[in-house]
């Protein structure tokens, strides 16, 4: 079964530095999106990604956040100049835009950012 | 923002009993969507609903989708020892934009074998 997959699985950075965390959406889907769920929290919404340019994004998302998609298969999250206070697990999910499965988001497992 | 408000915070049950949980929203959703998710990895989607009034099964699962386009419930029978994890409502507003979800606060499971 297709599923998303991201890596690196764990990065460990110093604060102030830059990070990239890569995602392969499934195949056939569309929409994009990056989440964060900091340590016994709820999952929050980042971004959302279609036809190459931000759909939405939250107050989260700010100018140190940029999203792209380098090639026909990779989506990548950037933060520029790292903060304590983005130490958390970043989600990327996908979906499709075809059929009853419309609304269905499919997450990955995660990449776990610490920042030092 | 959105406020998803999921109940109850978390749960204590034996093995072979019924659990129930639900969320509610201070607005409307199109879409209402149940995760689970383990320690370490990402939500796995169990059921999406999509129409006011609709009740949906996967397995032992069953959830369904408030009339008010406010709530909605998600039920497991005869729980496992693999039910255990934390469960996640979701909402999205729109069936044509973004669809960004907005997820509640999780319920933790726990069963006894």
């Known amino acids: 079964e297709p599923e998303v997959t991201q890596t690196p699985s764990h990065q460990v950075t110093q604060m102030g530095q830059e990070v990239i965390l890569r995602c392969v959406p499934i195949s056939n889907h569309l929409y994009f999106y990056w989440y964060r769920q900091i340590l016994g929290q709820k999952v929050e919404f980042l971004v959302s990604f279609y036809n190459n340019e931000i759909s939405e994004k939250s107050e989260i998302f700010d100018d140190q956040f940029s999203v792209e998609r380098p090639d026909g298969s990779n989506f990548t999250l950037k933060i520029r100049s790292t903060k304590l206070e983005d130490s958390a697990m970043y989600f990327c999910a996908s979906r499709t835009l075809a059929g009853r499965s419309y609304n269905e988001q499919f997450f990955g497992p995660g990449t776990r950012l610490t920042v030092l | 923002g959105q406020q998803l408000n999921q109940s109850p915070q978390s749960m204590f049950i034996q093995e072979g009993e019924d659990v129930s949980m639900n969320c509610t929203s201070s607005?409307?959703?199109?879409?209402w969507l149940w995760y689970k998710q383990d320690p370490g990895e990402g939500p796995v989607l169990l059921i999406a609903?999509?129409?006011?009034?609709e009740l949906t099964s996967n397995g032992r699962l069953t959830a369904q989708f408030g009339i008010t386009r406010k709530d909605s419930f998600l039920n497991i029978s005869a729980s496992i020892p693999s039910d255990v994890g934390i469960y996640f409502c979701?909402?999205?507003?729109?069936?044509?934009?973004?669809?960004?979800?907005?997820f509640g606060d999780g319920t933790t499971l726990t069963v006894k074998p």
């Open positions: 609903l999509y129409k006011a009034g």
């Open positions: 607005s409307i959703f199109n879409t």
């Open positions: 979701a909402g999205q507003h729109s069936n044509t934009n973004a669809g960004k979800s907005t």
